[in-house]
């Protein structure tokens, strides 16, 4: 009945498509045991080995890159260029907040290892997550991703004996508030799946997929399109939450402005990639079918992902326009953002009527994620580079005249707000650009227009903030105290990304196309 | 019509119990009484999972909800004990009471009857053919089964230990001394 | 036998009364508890279509997917179980810094 595995039949699961996953856990494993024995002055070890750890994931993610979809564990993880393609934003992600983090925890005197293993862990989650074709992998993906978030946004909590400290109350406020969030969305979201599970049999999202269309046909049991329809709805306000879109967002201010600054960037990038991951999955591979009158309508759930990402366009960019703490105007900057790549899940939803849409939207929702992962660690790199030790600094004041002071940041800025907008050149623009002309051809029209307007708005608040580092040139501008070497390599890496996948567009465009979901 | 034999009886028993410690959970001033209506709770849905067939998870429920879970709570409600009889019972009362009631109207009314209720397909487990614990074992650990969410399952338990540890322990000496 | 219809309207019932107490209440380990019920929901919810699917039923060589709904369940343990340790462990730290635990009374963050 069960025989106890050898390298055979290991090599017969074909579980090395999933090495790039499994190498990151393991050297998290390893770095686990490793940072105990480190002695105290040999601390700094824990984070290089953390770089060294993604640098190997990385390039083990590079060689297995393939575009030919290849399955393991009973179908439960899928290789293909999706998940090569998101594992390889991941990974940048975390890169990249690792290197924000080190000299930050020393500032800020939250030094511990623990710290670096609990953001690898996180990445970890991600990864297994957008190779996940499983409900049940789905889950526990996206758990593994969000409770190391939770601790991470509440670690400024215990060390430091000056209890009106204000920042460290914030960041604990901020981990309870995305603890009880968090925890109630996943709750919808498994009760989503419970009830998709329900009307399929299955957790399995190709057989999901199979099971739609039979259930659709079967007069007897019509109504279990009902069952079908309420799940994706369920899973929907649960996934809503992890890529808050509105009205499913409120937690998202308050947890970015809290969090310490790395996290933010990190859990504005990685949580979104692991929910969109999960949202395309299951829209295109289980549910696409989902049609009340296949060849005429679109997918049953296409309305609903339409209006909410209009309100999450609209909503995100208006209330950005009054922030006046930078970390707070980001954070709704990421609502609206995770608004333009709804619409490209949007636009997968005409994938009975337009030929080969989903395939190219979800290559559009790729190259955003990737964009918007370069351009918004960059912002967040900036701000951290300002932010003083107390948490202060973060205020839009605080970048008056930050060209005189520090003229790179200052030019590192403008070109994040620039991409951010979606100016020609930058990465932001071909995210936009792929992403409206996918939404176009999918006949969304007046939601393009939305997604079009709400960029124009979204130039007045990122000018502004050009605005200030330029022009008030009277101002000192700030001293940077965060602007250790880490951090300039981290604000370069961001630059560079954000100019190669706005220039070097064929290079992008030869992995992205390699995408094939259907 | 549905004739009461032993396991209507017993469903009715433990349903009610369900909600009704859940609805204690719920109203409940006291926080220390609140955990006791939650284990009473937990306890109806370990009766429902025997009624199911599924009496390992029933084990489980018991030993890991009511006896791990329920327990913690208890401690957190001892920890933070000035707290335990709350001075606010609700706030937004009812627009959450109108939010739940419309989520079960919707659910109920629009989903679970129309498609179940008066379907005799599913008044009835098809056969009484039922996976053994055995079988969930090796399904666990198999690598055509669910050896992937098993394992990352693991990963998740390790970081959320770490994570419970690091952030409800004090500053150590090292600190201190700072 | 009882009908499914039965099961599921008990755990639909279940799900809403911890909804109802997630958003009404302030206190952390009173939300954290109306979490814990809605997830118990789920469960009831998996095992009672696990039990009743008639994809299920006949087969007697066990294929995985027949086993998803009891697996999803025992998935659903180990992710409370986290869910509570972590969460609790955030609750009593912010209670032992600001001798509160109610979410809406720390507030040094604008809303």
Same mark, same amino acid.
């Given at each position: ?208 997929? =199979?099971?739609? +269309?039979? %259930? &659709?046909?079967?007069? /007897?049991?019509?109504?279990? @399109?009902? !069952?079908?329809?309420?799940? *994706? ?102 609502? =609206?953002?995770? +608004?333009? %790549? &709804?619409?490209?899940? /949007?636009?997968?939803?005409? @994938?009975? !009527?337009?030929?080969?849409? *989903? ?160 | ?178 | ?111």
């Amino acid at each position: 009945m069960f025989e106890s595995p050898t390298l055979q039949t290991l090599t017969d699961y074909n579980i090395w498509i999933a090495l790039p996953a499994i190498a990151l856990a393991f050297g998290t494993m390893f770095l686990l045991v490793i940072d105990v024995f480190l002695p105290a002055n040999r601390k700094h070890w824990t984070p290089i080995l953390a770089l060294v750890g993604i640098g190997i994931s990385f390039l083990i993610n590079l060689f297995t890159y393939n575009p030919e979809q290849t399955s393991t564990f009973g179908g439960m993880f899928v290789a293909d260029a999706f998940t090569g393609f998101l594992n390889i934003v991941v990974l940048i992600t975390a890169f990249i907040s690792v290197l924000l983090s080190t000299d930050y925890l020393r500032r800020t005197e939250t030094n511990h290892g623990e710290y670096y293993i609990l953001l690898l862990l996180s990445a970890t989650g991600a990864m297994f997550m957008v190779g996940a074709n499983d409900l049940i992998v789905i889950f526990i993906g996206l758990e593994l991703l969000s409770i190391p978030l939770y601790i991470l946004s509440a670690f400024r909590v215990t060390y430091t004996d000056d209890r009106d400290a204000t920042f460290v109350l914030k960041s604990e406020e901020s981990g309870m508030k995305y603890f009880i969030l968090g925890a109630f969305s996943s709750a919808f979201l498994v009760y989503g799946s419970a009830l998709l599970f329900g009307a399929t049999g299955t957790t399995n999202l190709r057989e999901i997929f =199979a099971a739609v +269309g039979p %259930i &659709l046909e079967s007069s /007897a049991e019509n109504s279990g @399109a009902l !069952l079908l329809l309420i799940g *994706a709805a369920l899973s929907l306000v649960g996934l809503g939450f992890k890529i808050a879109a509105v009205p499913f967002h409120m937690w998202t201010p308050d947890v970015y402005e809290g969090a310490p600054t790395p996290i933010t960037a990190y859990m504005s990038v990685a949580a979104k990639v692991g929910g969109f991951a999960a949202l395309f999955r299951l829209m295109i591979v289980g549910l696409s079918g989902l049609t009340l009158d296949a060849g005429v309508d679109p997918a049953a759930w296409q309305g609903t992902i339409q209006v909410i990402a209009a309100v999450t366009l609209i909503l995100g960019n208006f209330v950005a326009l009054s922030q006046t703490n930078i970390k707070r105007m980001l954070a709704y900057s990421s609502i =609206a953002h995770a +608004g333009y %790549i &709804l619409m490209a899940v /949007a636009a997968v939803g005409s @994938a009975g !009527l337009v030929p080969d849409i *989903a395939n190219t939207a979800a290559q559009a929702g790729l190259v955003y994620l990737l964009a918007y992962a370069f351009t918004n660690l960059g912002a967040f790199a900036v701000v951290l580079a300002l932010e003083n030790n107390d948490g202060t600094g973060t205020e839009l004041s605080d970048f008056n005249g930050l060209y005189n002071s520090r003229p790179m940041l200052a030019l590192a800025m403008a070109l994040f707000m620039f991409s951010l907008t979606g100016i020609p050149l930058t990465a932001g623009f071909m995210g936009k650009w792929l992403v409206f002309s996918a939404a176009v051809q999918a006949g969304l029209i007046p939601l393009t227009i939305i997604g079009v307007l709400t960029s124009v708005i979204s130039a007045f608040y990122y000018v502004r903030v050009i605005v200030n580092m330029f022009l008030l040139t009277e101002d000192e501008g700030s001293p940077a105290v965060g602007e250790t070497a880490p951090v300039r390599y981290a604000v370069y890496a961001s630059m560079a990304g954000v100019l190669i996948v706005g220039i070097a567009v064929p290079l992008v465009t030869n992995l992205v196309n390699m995408v094939s979901l259907v | 019509m549905i004739q009461f034999d032993f396991s209507t009886i017993a469903f009715f028993v433990f349903a009610v119990l369900t909600l009704g410690g859940a609805l204690g959970v719920v109203t409940n001033r006291n926080l220390f009484r609140g955990t006791i209506w939650l284990m009473v709770s937990l306890f109806g849905v370990a009766g429902l999972y025997v009624l199911l067939s599924a009496p390992f998870l029933a084990a489980v429920q018991v030993l890991v909800y009511i006896g791990a879970i329920a327990i913690l709570f208890t401690f957190a409600v001892m920890l933070t004990r000035s707290l335990t009889r709350l001075n606010v019972r609700y706030t937004r009362l009812w627009p959450s009471a109108l939010g739940a009631v419309l989520l079960f109207a919707m659910l109920v009314i629009g989903v679970i009857w129309p498609v179940f209720g008066g379907n005799e397909l599913y008044n009835q487990p098809i056969s009484d053919v039922v996976r053994t614990t055995t079988d969930l074992g090796v399904a666990l650990v198999s690598g055509e089964g669910y050896v992937l969410p098993f394992e990352v399952a693991s990963i998740l338990l390790t970081g959320a230990m770490i994570g419970a540890i690091v952030i409800a322990r004090d500053a150590d000496e090292e600190e201190m001394e700072q | 036998m009882v009908p499914l219809s039965w099961y599921l309207i008990v755990s639909a019932a279940l799900f809403s009364i911890g909804v109802f107490g997630v958003l009404s209440r302030r206190n952390g380990v009173a939300v954290l508890m109306g979490i814990e019920l809605m997830l118990n929901a789920v469960n009831i919810n998996l095992v009672a279509f696990w039990r009743y699917n008639t994809t299920i039923a006949s087969v007697t060589e066990p294929v995985p997917s027949e086993l998803s709904g009891m697996v999803f369940a025992a998935f659903m343990f180990v992710v409370a179980a986290a869910e509570v340790a972590v969460g609790l462990a955030i609750i009593i730290t912010v209670y032992r810094n600001w001798r509160s635990v109610i979410p809406e009374e720390t507030d040094t963050l604008r809303g």
